[in-house]
């Protein structure tokens, strides 16, 4: 999903822009450091389930107004 939304005209990635921004708001509304908790781990890996839950709820409305805009965008060039 992160990668779908980060990806602009499948050409440019943005997925760790994207990734970063979550993680801060993951920050600011639970109160930690997922950095600092993460120790060298893999950011994803250390998550709870309320922050999973979290990223997930902000993530989908984008992403599904995404995957309508890139459909869109392929049925009116294949006509």
């Given at each position: 999903m992160v990668t779908f939304?980060?990806?602009v005209e499948m050409k440019e990635?943005?997925?760790?822009?994207?990734?970063?921004?979550?993680?801060?708001?993951?920050?600011?509304?639970?109160?930690?450091d997922?950095?600092?908790?993460?120790?060298?781990?893999?950011?994803?890996?250390i998550l709870t389930t309320?922050?999973?839950?979290?990223?997930?709820?902000?993530l989908y409305p984008r992403y599904e107004a995404k995957k309508v805009a890139v459909g869109r965008r392929r049925y009116k060039d294949w006509f």
């Open positions: 939304l980060g990806t990635n943005y997925t760790g822009r994207l990734y970063r921004q979550l993680y801060r708001k993951i920050d600011k509304q639970f109160r930690t997922v950095y600092t908790r993460s120790k060298g781990n893999k950011i994803l890996d309320e922050e999973m839950e979290y990223i997930l709820m902000d």
